[in-house]
């Protein structure tokens, strides 16, 4: 008997897959958990630094009590860092948090919501919670951000437009957008439309690609700055983000999200991540080479893959709609975990996450043997 509990546009939603844990790959392949490689989930390579470790280790003797709910440590270190107050600074349960948190407090039941296709499966999800219209606008032909057309929709919609989300580097497929087109875009968004620009993988662009998105938080009212600590600083088991926007928007958010949203440990380790430049650059160059390292296989396979400002790269592995599944298969059996993106639109791509150079010699062996005439 179907049920009749629950909203009818949360029965909507299909759930987000993230992905596949190793444990349970080794289980259902019959493998050696230690001899598996995960390349499927942006995460760093490195792992958790290691003054995060030590702060966190420190944080664990006082669990018995709440955290901090308005985190005034991490917010002090993030204000004097970014050159804000820290009434502009909410902090959230992954960048994911603040991506939710923002599609809930402005959007309802009759809105729209509007994000580009082939962008990061939460902007619809974050929309279809609340009730709202998810607006997927054509992307470009190189797979990123249309930012005109996004424009063009957000004028469409009138006085229903209510939120935007913009990813740069966008994911799945790495596309980047210069600092004058997001700039171009905010000055001609409507002040009373919300603009989320979503930074998960800022710090991995490259020193001529990047740009002062604070500064833009400071001109645009109506600008909501989503970073994650999940990616280049290595805390993604953590999950911890923040958002950066002026008072009348952070107040909203807080208004809503959960009161200790962000536990102890998190905090701590955060408040040293951040700090952690060595660790950061040990990252940027890691990333660089395995970005090089991968690409260069794929010009030798012959196989297309688009330019990425992230620390994954998507690549395609066949011209028939099964191929992502059929080659994201033959390199479960082999223990390389990636991603298959058919979900985003993409079912001839697999998105792979840089790893270290050993783990991408070993997802370039098996993809070759794998590919080989038989």
């Known amino acids: 008997m179907t049920s009749k509990i629950g909203l009818k546009h949360i029965h909507a939603i299909a759930p987000y897959v993230g992905g596949r844990p190793i444990s349970e790959v080794a289980r259902e392949y019959g493998l050696d958990e230690t001899k598996i490689v995960k390349l499927a989930s942006n995460e760093n390579p490195l792992g958790m630094p290691k003054s995060a470790q ?17 985190g005034f440590e991490l917010k002090n270190v993030l204000a004097s860092r970014l050159g804000v107050p820290t009434d502009w600074i909410t902090l959230g349960n992954g960048s994911n948090d603040i991506l939710e948190l923002a599609a809930r407090a402005v959007a309802q039941a009759g809105d729209e919501v509007i994000f580009s296709k082939h962008a990061f499966a939460v902007y619809p999800l974050a929309t279809q919670a609340v009730g709202a219209k998810a607006v997927e606008v054509d992307a470009t032909a190189m797979y990123g951000h249309n930012l005109p057309a996004m424009l063009t929709a957000i004028k469409a919609a009138g006085d229903k ?5 913009v990813a740069n580097p966008n994911n799945p497929t790495g596309s980047y957008l210069t600092a004058k087109e997001i700039e171009d875009f905010l000055m001609a968004v409507p002040s009373n439309v919300v603009v989320v620009l979503d930074e998960a993988y800022n710090e991995y662009l490259n020193l001529e ?3 002062d998105a604070i500064a833009w938080v400071k001109r645009f009212a109506n600008m909501i700055l989503s970073r994650s600590f999940s990616k280049a600083y290595g805390l993604a088991g953590l999950r911890i983000g923040y ?3 002026q008072p009348h928007l952070t107040d909203l958010l807080n208004r809503i ?13 955060a408040i ?21 390292q991968l690409t ?11 330019p990425s400002a992230g620390n994954f790269v998507l690549v395609k592995v066949g011209e028939d709609d099964q191929a992502g599944a059929r080659i994201n298969l033959a390199l479960l059996k082999r223990g390389i975990i990636v991603r298959p993106v058919g979900n985003y639109g993409l079912p001839q791509w697999l998105r ?3 790893g270290l150079p050993e783990e991408n010699a070993a997802f370039i062996g098996a993809l070759k043997a794998i590919l080989a005439p038989q």
């Open 209 to 211: 690609q990047r740009y």
């Open 272 to 292: 040293a991540a951040f700090q952690d430049q060595a660790f950061l650059q040990q990252g940027f160059e890691l990333n660089l080479a395995g970005y090089g």
């Open 243 to 245: 958002g950066v926007a």
């Open 296 to 306: 260069t296989a794929f010009d030798e396979l012959g196989l297309r893959y688009l």
């Open 257 to 269: 999200r959960q009161p200790f949203n962000v536990n102890s440990l998190a905090q701590a380790a």
């Open 352 to 354: 792979i996450s840089i």
């Open 161 to 165: 437009a209510k939120l935007v989300f």
């Open 54 to 70: 030590e702060a966190m280790l420190k944080a664990a003797s006082d669990l018995g009590r709440y955290p901090d709910s308005n």
